[in-house]
């Protein structure tokens, strides 16, 4: 059985940073593409950075340069570094796994003025 588990939200203030971790059980984040998620309020989740098998890591525009997906295969922990937080960017932020297509249970970012 796959669990993602996602911890170090919170409320921030603009310009902050926080780094989400996501524990997983049941999956090698070595082995199997990785993504964190994020879900606005009243808006679609979408995918915002992903990190593959070999390492390659994607980011959707609005956070290049400014988030940072990475992990650690000694933890089997997957880490969403995020600076220079937004009004935006705040919402329900989930681990995602390609394996068996499992999602955490989400985490609640605020980002305040």
């Known amino acids: 059985q796959v669990q993602l588990v996602e911890s170090g939200g919170g409320l921030v203030p603009v310009g902050g940073s926080l780094r989400l971790s996501c524990d997983a059980s049941?999956?090698?984040?070595?082995?199997?593409?990785m993504a964190w998620a994020h879900q606005a309020p009243g808006k679609q989740r979408e995918i915002i950075a992903t990190i593959t098998s070999g390492g390659d890591t994607s980011y959707t525009d609005f956070v290049k340069g400014r988030f940072t997906i990475s992990r650690d295969n000694a933890k089997n922990t997957v880490y969403l570094q995020m600076n220079d937080l937004k009004i935006e960017d705040t919402g329900v932020y989930y681990c995602?796994?390609?394996?068996?297509?499992?999602w955490g249970q989400g985490i609640q970012v605020t980002v305040s003025s």
């Open positions: 995602h796994t390609g394996y068996r297509e499992s």
């Open positions: 049941g999956v090698s984040v070595s082995l199997s593409p």
